[in-house]
T-cell receptor, first 112, second 113 residues
């Protein structure tokens, strides 16, 4: 059974600092890995999707890397802004069934 | 335009009641999902339909029954509500199973008293 862990559970940084969010998973047989953002009281917004054959994806200030063999992904957010404050969720898509497995998320606070 | 919409947004009800949550997507996707997010914020898949066919049916009480009248709709009916059913329920859709980005609705916050 796939288990997804996100460390740290919470993170508070001053504006302008770079953010590093970690995600680890136990079964390396995956289709893809997705990073989502969840604002309080809202649904999830997809940020980046990395296919299993890819090593990284970039979108604006966001960069996500994937190391399948070690079961790790890292989301980097450059030059953080108060608007980046949210919970970031990592989800792994397996290769043997159709169920996304989610981590518990990292709650980020960017202080102005 | 709202991509994935859910109704209602909030639902407060008494134990033992039966309630339904509706979901609609206007993205033309083939696959739709129901997730439950508990108080610890863990998201867990409950059901998935692909082209109106049930694909994923996780171990949830049979009081929960999904219904997909067409590809654009996936409703969730809950019988005999219990206190432990209180959670946020999210609907999502994707072009196909797993390989594509999933788009989530805003969630339905269910509180059972």
């Amino acid at each position: 059974k796939q288990e997804v862990t996100q460390i740290p559970a919470a993170l508070s940084v001053p504006e302008g600092e770079n953010l590093v969010l970690n995600c680890s998973f136990t079964d390396s047989a995956i289709y893809n890995l997705q990073w989502f953002r969840q604002d309080p009281g809202k649904g999830l917004t997809s940020l980046l999707l990395i296919q299993s054959s890819q090593r990284e994806q970039t979108s604006g200030r966001l960069n996500a890397s994937l190391d399948k063999s070690s079961g790790r992904s890292t989301l980097y957010i450059a030059a953080s802004q108060p608007g980046d404050s949210a919970t970031y969720l990592c989800a792994v898509g397996p290769s043997n069934d159709y169920k996304l497995s989610f981590g518990a998320g990292t709650t980020v606070t960017v202080r102005a | 335009d709202t991509a994935v919409s859910q109704t209602p947004k909030y639902l407060v009800t008494q134990m033992g009641n039966d309630k339904s949550i509706k979901c609609e997507q206007n993205l033309g996707h083939d696959t739709m999902y129901w997730y439950k997010q508990d108080s610890k914020k863990f998201l867990k898949i409950m059901f998935s339909y692909n082209n109106k066919e049930l694909i994923i049916n996780e171990t949830v009480p049979n009081r929960f029954s999904p219904k997909s009248p067409d590809k654009a709709h996936l409703n969730l009916h809950i019988n005999s509500l219990e206190l432990g059913d209180s959670a946020v329920y999210f609907c999502a859709s994707s072009q196909d199973l797993v390989q594509e980005t999933q788009y989530f609705g805003p969630g339905t916050r269910l509180l059972v008293l």
